[in-house]
Nanobody
Protein backbone atom coordinates (compact mmCIF):
# COMPACT_ATOMS: atom_id res chain seq x y z
CA UNK A 1 0.00 0.00 0.00
CA UNK A 2 0.99 3.61 -0.54
CA UNK A 3 -0.39 6.56 1.42
CA UNK A 4 0.20 10.09 0.22
CA UNK A 5 0.15 13.08 2.55
CA UNK A 6 1.45 16.61 2.90
CA UNK A 7 -0.99 18.44 0.70
CA UNK A 8 -2.49 21.78 1.56
CA UNK A 9 -2.72 25.29 0.25
CA UNK A 10 0.31 26.96 -1.27
CA UNK A 11 0.83 30.32 -2.87
CA UNK A 12 2.01 30.76 -6.44
CA UNK A 13 5.79 30.61 -6.36
CA UNK A 14 5.75 28.79 -3.06
CA UNK A 15 6.71 25.25 -2.07
CA UNK A 16 5.13 22.13 -0.66
CA UNK A 17 6.55 18.71 0.13
CA UNK A 18 4.47 15.61 -0.32
CA UNK A 19 5.24 12.28 1.31
CA UNK A 20 4.26 8.76 0.30
CA UNK A 21 4.65 6.05 2.90
CA UNK A 22 5.07 2.63 1.33
CA UNK A 23 4.29 -0.71 2.87
CA UNK A 24 4.58 -4.19 1.45
CA UNK A 25 7.40 -3.46 -1.01
CA UNK A 26 10.80 -1.89 -0.95
CA UNK A 27 10.98 1.60 -2.44
CA UNK A 28 14.52 0.86 -3.55
CA UNK A 29 13.50 -2.19 -5.57
CA UNK A 30 10.41 -0.90 -7.36
CA UNK A 31 9.99 2.17 -9.51
CA UNK A 32 7.59 4.58 -7.88
CA UNK A 33 5.76 7.53 -9.32
CA UNK A 34 3.74 10.57 -8.46
CA UNK A 35 0.55 11.35 -10.33
CA UNK A 36 -1.56 14.50 -10.55
CA UNK A 37 -5.29 14.73 -11.12
CA UNK A 38 -6.43 18.30 -11.80
CA UNK A 39 -10.06 19.15 -10.97
CA UNK A 40 -12.38 17.57 -13.55
CA UNK A 41 -9.54 15.94 -15.47
CA UNK A 42 -7.85 12.59 -15.78
CA UNK A 43 -5.00 11.51 -13.55
CA UNK A 44 -1.61 11.95 -15.19
CA UNK A 45 1.87 10.83 -14.42
CA UNK A 46 4.30 13.62 -13.44
CA UNK A 47 7.38 12.07 -11.83
CA UNK A 48 9.08 8.69 -11.56
CA UNK A 49 11.97 7.32 -9.54
CA UNK A 50 13.44 4.09 -10.80
CA UNK A 51 15.03 1.55 -8.52
CA UNK A 52 18.31 2.52 -10.17
CA UNK A 53 17.89 6.04 -8.83
CA UNK A 54 17.20 7.60 -12.21
CA UNK A 55 14.38 10.11 -12.31
CA UNK A 56 11.95 11.18 -15.00
CA UNK A 57 9.60 14.15 -15.06
CA UNK A 58 6.72 15.36 -17.14
CA UNK A 59 7.45 18.60 -18.98
CA UNK A 60 4.88 20.40 -16.86
CA UNK A 61 6.92 19.93 -13.67
CA UNK A 62 10.47 19.54 -14.94
CA UNK A 63 12.84 21.90 -13.14
CA UNK A 64 10.29 22.63 -10.41
CA UNK A 65 9.50 19.28 -8.78
CA UNK A 66 11.91 16.70 -7.39
CA UNK A 67 11.15 13.09 -6.53
CA UNK A 68 13.31 11.33 -3.96
CA UNK A 69 13.16 8.46 -1.52
CA UNK A 70 14.28 7.44 1.92
CA UNK A 71 14.55 3.66 1.83
CA UNK A 72 15.01 3.39 5.58
CA UNK A 73 11.82 5.35 6.18
CA UNK A 74 10.04 3.56 3.31
CA UNK A 75 8.96 6.92 2.01
CA UNK A 76 8.96 8.62 -1.37
CA UNK A 77 8.86 12.41 -1.48
CA UNK A 78 7.80 15.02 -3.98
CA UNK A 79 9.35 18.43 -3.41
CA UNK A 80 7.21 20.98 -5.21
CA UNK A 81 8.79 24.37 -5.85
CA UNK A 82 7.69 27.39 -7.87
CA UNK A 83 4.08 26.35 -7.52
CA UNK A 84 1.60 27.38 -10.17
CA UNK A 85 -2.22 27.48 -10.05
CA UNK A 86 -2.21 24.62 -12.61
CA UNK A 87 -0.55 22.43 -9.98
CA UNK A 88 -3.86 22.37 -8.10
CA UNK A 89 -5.37 18.92 -7.78
CA UNK A 90 -5.11 15.60 -6.00
CA UNK A 91 -1.70 13.95 -5.92
CA UNK A 92 -1.26 10.20 -5.76
CA UNK A 93 1.68 7.87 -5.54
CA UNK A 94 1.92 4.33 -6.86
CA UNK A 95 4.31 1.77 -8.18
CA UNK A 96 4.97 2.37 -11.85
CA UNK A 97 5.05 -1.31 -12.72
CA UNK A 98 2.68 -3.66 -10.99
CA UNK A 99 0.63 -0.79 -9.48
CA UNK A 100 -1.60 -1.41 -6.51
CA UNK A 101 -5.12 -0.01 -6.01
CA UNK A 102 -5.04 3.77 -5.77
CA UNK A 103 -5.14 5.39 -2.36
CA UNK A 104 -7.05 8.56 -1.47
CA UNK A 105 -4.30 10.92 -2.54
CA UNK A 106 -3.56 14.30 -1.04
CA UNK A 107 -5.12 17.58 -2.16
CA UNK A 108 -2.94 20.50 -3.21
CA UNK A 109 -4.46 23.91 -3.83
CA UNK A 110 -2.33 26.68 -5.26
CA UNK A 111 -3.96 30.02 -4.81
CA UNK A 112 -3.12 33.52 -3.73
Amino acid sequence: QLQASGGGTGQPGGSLRLSCVVSGRSVSMYATGWYHQPPGKEREWIAMLRNSGNTWYADSVKGRFTISRDSAEKTVYLQMNSLKPDDTGVYYCNFVTEPVPWGQGTLVTVSS
